[in-house]
């Protein structure tokens, strides 16, 4: 599996999937000792060169402390993430997204997503 090639300070990436035109990931941060919040970035600013300087408003997104794993899955599913490509996903989570991705019921995502994971 291929990781995010770019730390991001303080947070760990939770799931990272990318598309031609960007990505979208969901990272965790710690709020304490025992807890910890998600948050989700989309990007899809390597499409800046493609647009007119007033369309680049709407190509970079970040919307922090949602308090939970299915809380930030519910939030990402307004986007088809399980039909882009994984390039990242925690080793904690891997359960859980093959869980949500077994749930669709599309065969051909669960084979690739299972084949990309080494599940």
Same mark, same amino acid.
């Given at each position: 599996?291929?990781? @995010?090639?770019? #730390? $991001?300070?303080g947070?760990?990436?939770? !799931?990272q *999937? ?5 990505? &979208?990931?969901l *990272?965790?941060?710690? *709020? ?13 600013t ?9 369309e ?6 970040? +919307? ?6 299915? /809380?930030?899955?519910? !939030? ?5 993430? +399980?039909? !882009? ?8 989570? =891997?359960?859980? =997204? @093959?869980?949500? $991705?077994?749930?669709?019921? /599309?065969?051909?995502? #669960?084979?690739?997503? +299972?084949? &990309?994971?080494?599940?």
């Open positions: 599996m291929k990781r @995010l090639s770019g #730390k $991001i300070p947070r760990e990436i939770v !799931l *999937v990318g598309g031609e035109g960007g990505s &979208l990931t *990272v965790r941060y710690p *709020v304490s000792d025992e807890t910890w919040e998600f948050a989700i970035i989309r990007d899809e390597t499409l800046a060169g493609f647009l007119e300087e007033g680049m408003a709407d190509l970079f997104e970040s +919307q922090n402390a949602i308090s939970t794993f299915d /809380d930030a899955i519910k !939030l990402m599913n307004k986007y088809p993430w +399980q039909y !882009l490509f994984p390039l990242a996903v925690h080793p904690e989570y =891997v359960k859980e =997204v @093959l869980s949500i $991705i077994d749930r669709m019921g /599309d065969p051909c995502a #669960k084979d690739r997503w +299972q084949h &990309l994971l080494g599940s």
